[in-house]
């Protein structure tokens, strides 16, 4: 499984960005991509799920700016963000694993390290 991440830049407070996570090589049809961001000397932070099936799952803390949704082209997933701040400057990841079971109460969220397959991220900066 490979996975191309898109769509960061610098961007002002209050604006807007939609990441992509272009994924290829599923040897079956059941997958879960999620969104991960990193800081440095941070822990990796969950942020949304989506499954094969058009399941979504979002952390409490990211819910309601953040949306995920499915792309039209191959196996896409889109991360759009509205509002931006500096709290969400950081390196975004996507990552794919095999399955449904990371849905579950969002804890694939919780485990990134279950995931196997990871993308080379994408940097968001907030700034003005």
């Known amino acids: 499984v490979q996975l191309v991440e898109s769509g960061g830049g610098l961007v002002q407070p209050g604006g807007s960005l939609r990441l992509s996570c272009s994924a290829s090589?599923?040897?079956?049809?059941?997958?879960?991509i999620g969104w991960f961001r990193q800081v440095p000397g941070k822990v990796r932070e969950g942020i949304s799920l989506?499954?094969?099936?058009?399941?979504?799952h979002y952390s409490d803390v990211r819910k309601g700016r953040f949306t995920v949704s499915s792309g039209d082209a191959g196996i896409t997933v889109h991360l759009q963000i509205n509002g931006l701040n500096a709290e969400d400057t950081g390196a975004y990841f996507c990552?794919?694993?095999?399955?449904?079971?990371?849905?579950?109460?969002?804890?694939?969220?919780?485990?990134?390290?279950?995931?196997?397959?990871w993308g080379q991220g994408t940097q968001v900066t907030v700034s003005s």
């Open positions: 090589g599923f040897a079956h049809g059941q997958w879960t």
């Open positions: 990552a794919a694993e095999y399955g449904l079971g990371y849905m579950a109460d969002g804890w694939g969220l919780r485990h990134p390290d279950e995931f196997d397959y």
């Open positions: 989506l499954s094969s099936d058009g399941r979504t």
